[in-house]
């Protein structure tokens, strides 16, 4: 695990090799990374309290997934935590069996089934495949911008974003949004609408043309369709590109 100063690799704040097993180091290594996050200071009705900026689920899950999926073929390699100033990097070796794209929806697929069906008795992990899910509801609960699977090389990259508003989203991060935001809606037996989409970016229903803009900008991409093309605008509802 390393702690990077700013945005890029340049200045290396702390390095931590892990040297326990992966069943004994787990809870450690998530409370080890949940204290090196930043904070933002929440006031509730009596009381101030500190919360981080990644929600702790969406961690465990993407740090599991790194350990179960990783390609032990690949030599002098392993996962890797690394936290920047505006994202968290978690990357293991190996590509994903399924397309990066279709992690949300795809049916569970393991690499390493001894060691998923480890870790999942003792509670660290399920063999469901729903860890995607609930990293995209949490970020979406946390109002984050959506997370990033990438391929590079041949090891896998997920990517956990600080809080960033709209306005500084640029097309890229405002399509993947609402590119997951509809997967998640369509495995949940749920179409996504205008008013989904501003309950994800908080928009206010007055800003109603906010939501239409981003729903456009992913239907030019080709990332989402429309459910039934013959719906008057304000019924429409919308799919993801493969559904």
């Not at 040297?19 to 090196?36: K, M, Q, T, V």
């Not at 997934?65 to 390699?77: E, L, M, R």
């Not at 890797?80 to 399924?98: Q, S, Y």
């Not at 008013?195 to 206010?204: A, K, N, Q, Y």
Request: glycine letters at 6%; one cysteine or more.
């Amino acid at each position: 695990m390393i702690v990077y100063q700013g945005t890029g690799r340049v200045t290396t704040l702390r390095e931590q090799e892990g040297a326990r097993g992966y069943a004994a180091g787990f809870e450690g290594l998530i409370g080890f990374i949940n204290n090196l996050l930043p904070m933002n200071e929440v006031i509730g009705q009596a009381l101030r309290k500190s919360v981080s900026v990644y929600p702790e689920l969406a961690i465990r899950e993407l740090v599991a997934n790194a350990i179960i999926h990783q390609d032990f073929s690949i030599t002098g390699s392993g996962p890797m935590v690394e936290i920047f100033d505006d994202r968290m990097e978690i990357t293991n070796p190996g590509i994903p069996l399924v397309d990066p794209s279709r992690l949300l929806d795809s049916p569970p697929r393991s690499r390493n089934e001894s060691l998923a069906s480890l870790m999942r008795r003792i509670g660290v992990c399920e063999e469901r495949g729903s860890g995607v899910d609930k990293v995209v509801f949490q970020t979406e609960l946390y109002q984050l911008p959506a997370p990033a699977f990438e391929i590079t090389g041949n090891s896998t990259r997920a990517t956990l974003f600080a809080p960033r508003p709209l306005t500084k989203m640029d097309s890229t991060d405002r399509i993947r949004a609402v590119y997951l935001h509809a997967c998640l809606r369509y495995v949940q037996r749920e179409f996504m609408t205008n008013t989904s989409l501003r309950e994800r970016f908080g928009i206010d229903p007055k800003n109603s043309a906010t939501a239409s803009r981003l729903l456009k900008e992913a239907l030019l991409a080709k990332e989402i369709h429309l459910q039934d093309k013959s719906a008057p605008p304000k019924l429409r509802r919308y799919v993801p590109k493969w559904a």
